[in-house]
């Protein structure tokens, strides 16, 4: 399943914790309800550790990884023109 998670202009989104099921195969799918945003994971349960977000489009995260640890896992969005950030969490479960 395809989870939605919308950033506002102001970096903040509408789901601050989004509960994803690795058996389930579900992904993440950040759609901007602005300008252009960066998600960038420390640690990441995906292939990639950063997604650019085009202005006024989506940017799905892909599969979880395998390998992933089944924990919360912690992701900042950027907004470079606004100099603005957020950091929401996501939650791995089985």
């Known amino acids: 399943m395809k989870l ?50 085009p202005a006024g489009k989506s940017k799905g995260s892909g599969p979880i990884q395998p390998d992933a640890p089944i924990t919360l896992y912690r992701y900042g969005i950027s907004n470079v023109a606004l100099a603005m950030s957020a950091d929401p969490d996501l939650n791995i479960k089985p």
């Open 4 to 53: 939605p998670v919308h950033i506002h202009q102001d970096c903040t989104v509408d789901n601050e914790v989004v509960n994803l099921r690795k058996s389930a195969g579900d992904e993440i799918v950040w759609y901007s309800e602005g300008d252009e945003f960066i998600v960038e994971f420390p640690i990441t349960p995906f292939a990639q550790r950063k997604f650019v977000v």
